[in-house]
């Protein structure tokens, strides 16, 4: 399998430090952005293969980030990491067409495979 390419959109910096570390040790290239605003920006340029999205961020949070990727069409599997949502918030993801919602911090070993298992999806559902 290629190196997934992950973008890693969370506004928690010594969390993001630690969690890409740990990805990039089990074989993931890692891009960073710190808030939603800047995980579009990211996008809008190049699209990885998977994206992992904090729920609540500054700027724009995790379902703005959901609505403006559907807005803009982008097939780009979602899975949101979170460390405290409200059932509304989540309910909304899945109706976006998040690929799973993990809680923070998230067991690596489950991690890994959500984010292999969306990859995998994604090249499925591609046209």
């Given at each position: 399998?290629?190196?997934?390419?992950?973008?890693?959109?969370?506004?928690?910096k010594d969390f993001v430090?630690?969690?890409?570390?740990?990805?990039?040790?089990?074989?993931?290239?890692?891009?960073?952005?710190?808030?939603?605003?800047?995980?579009?920006?990211?996008?809008?340029?190049?699209?990885?293969?998977?994206?992992?999205?904090?729920?609540?961020?500054?700027?724009?949070?995790?379902?703005?980030?959901?609505?403006?990727?559907?807005?803009?069409?982008?097939?780009?599997?979602?899975?949101?990491?979170?460390?405290?949502?409200?059932?509304?918030?989540?309910?909304?993801?899945?109706?976006?067409?998040?690929?799973?919602?993990?809680?923070?911090?998230?067991?690596?070993?489950?991690?890994?495979?959500?984010?292999?298992?969306?990859?995998?999806?994604?090249?499925?559902?591609?046209?």
């Amino acid at each position: 399998m290629k190196q997934i390419d992950v973008l890693l959109a969370d506004d928690e910096k010594d969390f993001v430090e630690v969690l890409s570390r740990r990805m990039r040790t089990r074989g993931f290239k890692v891009n960073i952005a710190f808030d939603g605003q800047e995980a579009i920006e990211y996008i809008k340029e190049r699209i990885p293969d998977v994206l992992l999205l904090d729920m609540k961020m500054p700027r724009k949070n995790g379902i703005d980030v959901l609505r403006w990727l559907n807005t803009k069409k982008i097939e780009l599997p979602a899975l949101v990491l979170t460390g405290y949502s409200s059932v509304t918030e989540e309910e909304e993801a899945w109706k976006l067409g998040v690929f799973d919602i993990l809680r923070k911090p998230p067991e690596m070993d489950i991690l890994s495979k959500a984010v292999k298992e969306a990859y995998i999806k994604k090249g499925t559902v591609r046209k």
